[in-house]
Structures are given as structure tokens and as C-alpha cells.
């Protein structure tokens, strides 16, 4: 009768989960799809999380009590729209991890190694008015290493002669205007700049300035009326604001080399549909409820929807 042989393999747990490195950066994209769903979900049910509530000292329901709760909504407004943007990078970046990179293209890990890095150095705009959330520094530090840890790991299956951040310079596809697909890219990449220029002003503003006139409008208070509320109010509502131009500018770059770099597919179309219903949608439906209506803040939304659902319909692969 012949022994029987134990084969060790040699390979750790870790070593064996973190495969190639996509699935880290995929787990990266699945947590910032739950951050976002769990942000809507906060808003939804008009609750403020736990170091909200020690900062301001104040609970949701008192805030409420003056002109209308449009204080209350007016931060829920602004989490929203970064729930929705989480969700359409979360989207972006499966995409990427699954065709592209694992396909060894090199543009497309420079794609998420730059919106990434916009991404998690967005975080230190909540700094300048002096409130640090707790919670968000937490799951940016479970994510990061993650992100850090896939990025070099995947870097293996890039080809060995390599072009580096260069291989971004040169369009994936010749842009071609007059045909139905060169008119949707050319529609994708006009949107995905005005989303970075929009979320870089809007991460500036919101740690500065903070509002613009129609939100003091909509408000009915001035900065100095609501730090006379409560002198916590305004750093967090910076937060808030900082957060969501900060997420917008890295969606922004994601959407805009996606549509320089990738070319058509069937799966690309879906990604990027779900990226924009999810975004625009957020960002934009959440004004009604709330009442938040003035055409001149509402108008770059809906430009940018609308001829981001132009070039989702041009881009629209044909039926088998």
C-alpha cells in the first residue's frame, strides 16, 4: 500500500486573497459604494451620526425648529450628492478593475491611481475649519492601504515596455465627430472636465467661502447669523461641502480618461449608465424634497445630465 504525500502550498491567506491585486482594489470599490448607500440612508432617515451630534451639540430635531428645517436639509442636500458620487466612482472603478486593468492596459491603472489619489486628499480639505470627522477618517484609513496595497500588486500586470502616465496623452480611439459614437465620447469627456472644474470649485468654496448666494437664500441666514445658532455649524456644513466637490472632482477624472481611453463595449455603456443615474441622480433629485429650486444653482446640473444622457444614448450598443 503506497503513503500518501501532503503537498504544502506555500502561499499565506493574505497573499492568496489579494490574488493579482484587483480584488483589493475591487473591495475598495465595493466600500466606497456602501459608504455612499449608507450616507442616503443616514439622509433618508434625517439622522446625524453619533460625532455630529458631540460637535454641534445639538440634536437634527432642533435644528429643524428654525425656518423650516432648511438648515437640517440643506446638510442633507450636500450628503447626498456625495452618497450618489460615491456610488458612481465605486461603479467607474469595478469597471476598470474587471476589463481594462486586468487586460494589462496601463491607462487605466493610472486612471484610478489619479482619481484615487484626488479622492483620498480631498480629505484633508475638512481640516482647514477645524472639524475632523471621525468616521470618515476611519474608513479612509481601512481604505487606503487597500487601495495602496492593489494598486502595487497590479502594477505586475502592466507590460514590461511601459509608457508610465503618458499612456494617457494619446486618445484610445481617433475622435470622430461626425459619426454617432465619436459625438456620445466627445459629450462624456465635456462633462467629465466640467465635473472636475465644478468639484474643484466646490471644494475650494466649501472650505473657504463655504456658501454661494442662492444658499444663503435658500437658508435665509447669513454665515455670522448661523454661527450665532451655533458656532460648530458652519465648519460643518465646510465638511460636508469640501467632501462633495472633493468626490465630484475624482469622479470627474475617472469619467472624463475613461471616455478618452476606453473603447466601446457593452459592459463600459452599463458601468457608465449606472455612474450617471447614481450621480446626477442624487445630486439633482435631492433638491425637490427639500425645496431647493433656483434655476441658476440647479442649471449646470441639468446641462451636465443632459449631455451626459446624450452621450449615453449615442454610446448605446447595438442590438445582437
Not at 470599490?29 to 459608504?35: D, H, K, P, Q
Request: net charge neutral.
Amino acid at each position: 500500500m503506497s503513503s500518501s504525500r501532503t503537498c504544502e502550498d506555500p502561499t499565506g491567506l493574505l497573499t492568496a486573497l489579494a490574488g493579482d491585486g484587483r480584488p483589493l482594489l475591487a473591495l475598495v470599490a465595493l466600500g466606497l459604494m456602501l459608504s455612499g448607500i449608507f450616507a442616503l440612508f443616514l439622509s433618508a432617515t434625517g439622522t446625524f451620526l453619533p460625532h455630529d451630534v458631540a460637535f454641534l451639540g445639538m440634536q437634527p430635531s432642533a435644528l429643524c425648529d428654525l425656518d423650516q428645517c432648511r438648515i437640517v436639509h440643506f446638510i442633507f442636500h450636500d450628503r447626498v450628492s456625495f452618497g450618489g458620487t460615491l456610488l458612481a466612482i465605486g461603479t467607474l472603478y469595478l469597471w476598470l478593475v474587471a476589463f481594462p486593468l486586468r487586460q494589462g492596459e496601463e491607462w487605466a491603472w493610472w486612471t484610478l491611481l489619479l482619481s484615487g489619489v484626488v479622492g483620498f486628499l480631498s480629505f484633508l480639505t475638512y481640516l482647514i475649519y477645524g472639524y475632523l470627522d471621525s468616521w470618515h477618517a476611519v474608513a479612509s484609513g481601512a481604505l487606503l492601504p487597500l487601495f495602496a496595497g492593489g494598486l502595487w500588486k497590479t502594477h505586475a500586470l502592466l507590460p514590461a515596455q511601459q509608457e508610465s502616465w503618458r499612456s494617457l496623452l494619446r486618445p484610445g480611439m481617433a475622435m470622430e465627430l461626425r459619426t454617432r459614437a465619436g459625438f456620445g465620447r466627445a459629450c462624456l469627456l465635456f462633462v467629465g472636465a466640467g465635473m472636475m472644474l465644478a468639484g474643484s470649485t466646490i471644494a475650494v468654496l466649501g472650505s473657504t467661502v463655504v456658501f454661494v448666494p442662492q444658499d444663503i437664500a435658500y437658508l435665509g441666514f447669513t454665515p455670522a447669523q448661523l454661527t450665532a445658532i451655533n458656532p460648530h455649524l458652519v465648519p460643518l456644513i465646510a465638511h460636508d461641502r469640501a467632501g462633495f466637490g472633493g468626490g465630484l472632482a475624482s469622479c470627474g477624472l475617472a469619467v472624463l480618461l475613461i471616455a478618452w481611453k476606453a473603447h466601446p463595449a457593452p459592459a463600459l455603456w452599463q458601468a457608465l449608465l449606472v455612474g450617471g443615474m447614481t450621480g446626477f441622480g442624487c445630486a439633482i433629485g435631492v433638491h425637490f424634497p427639500m425645496h431647493y429650486l433656483s434655476v441658476s444653482h440647479l442649471a449646470p446640473a441639468w446641462a451636465g445630465a443632459t449631455i451626459y444622457a446624450l452621450g449615453i444614448v449615442c454610446l448605446r450598443p447595438a442590438s445582437p
